[in-house]
T-cell receptor, first 113, second 112 residues
Framework: EAGVAQSPRYKIIEKRQSVAFWCNPI?????LYWYQQILGQGPKLLIQ????????DSQLPKDRFSAERLKGVDSTLKIQPAKLEDSAVYLC???????????FGSGTRLTVV | QKEVEQDPGPLSVPEGAIVSLNCTYS??????FMWYRQYSRKGPELLMY????GNKEDGRFTAQVDKSSKYISLFIRDSQPSDSATYLC????????????FGTGTQLKVEL
């Protein structure tokens, strides 16, 4: 079973620029999550999709962050404009459902300078 | 107060030692408790999960949950250098769309 694919692996941008991250979940996984992991902290949920509908985006800073999941498969997360405090690893995860936790990708490390 | 508290370490132990990692939490609604291992520059991978209180063993790893004290533990026996990683506890309730609340992670180094 292929894992969760994310790209790019690394990105450095200047503040006020925009950036987009891409995620391809495990085939057949209906639920997709985007987490933000700031250095020295645990992952924090930004948004959860069930197929192509949003289940939870309560912690997504909607003035600058947006996400979509077209056709219930791939997803993109965008930041526009970026701030210094957005420097973090952005993790995508997917699950079939149930309580077994979920599978994470390796993440995209964003540095905003 | 954070919902989940975890000592960030770092924790350094000699090879073969027994390692104890712990988390405390404040939300009584949490029912599922998980431990993830995260190697440097990788995503977290699920090690074990436990429902409600009790113990669960898997090879060298044992997870314990004490809901009365709101305290969970992960024990690693016969620790190996390959166990060197950050260990994250995570938990969730029975509803809420499977959202996980993570601790900050404990950095573990097992030395030869």
């Amino acid at each position: 079973e292929a894992g969760v694919a994310q790209s790019p692996r690394y990105k450095i941008i200047e503040k006020r620029q925009s950036v987009a991250f891409w995620c391809n979940p495990i085939s057949g996984h209906a639920t997709l999550y985007w987490y933000q992991q700031i250095l020295g902290q645990g992952p924090k949920l930004l948004i959860q999709f069930q197929n192509n509908g949003v289940v939870d985006d309560s912690q997504l800073p909607k003035d600058r962050f947006s996400a979509e999941r077209l056709k219930g498969v791939d997803s993109t997360l965008k930041i526009q404009p970026a701030k210094l405090e957005d420097s973090a690893v952005y993790l995508c995860a997917s699950s079939r459902g149930g309580v077994n936790g979920y599978t994470f990708g390796s993440g995209t490390r964003l540095t905003v300078v | 107060q954070k919902e989940v508290e975890q000592d960030p370490g770092p924790l350094s132990v000699p090879e073969g030692a027994i390692v104890s990692l712990n988390c405390t939490y404040s939300n009584s609604a949490f029912q599922y408790f998980m431990w993830y291992r995260q190697y440097s520059r990788k995503g977290p991978e699920l090690l074990m999960y436990t429902y409600s209180s009790g113990n669960k063993e898997d090879g060298r790893f044992t997870a314990q949950v004490d809901k009365s004290s709101k305290y969970i533990s992960l024990f690693i026996r016969d620790s190996q250098p390959s166990d060197s990683a950050t260990y994250l506890c995570a938990m969730r309730g029975t509803g809420g769309g499977n959202k996980l609340t993570f601790g900050t992670g404990t950095q573990l180094k097992v030395e030869l």
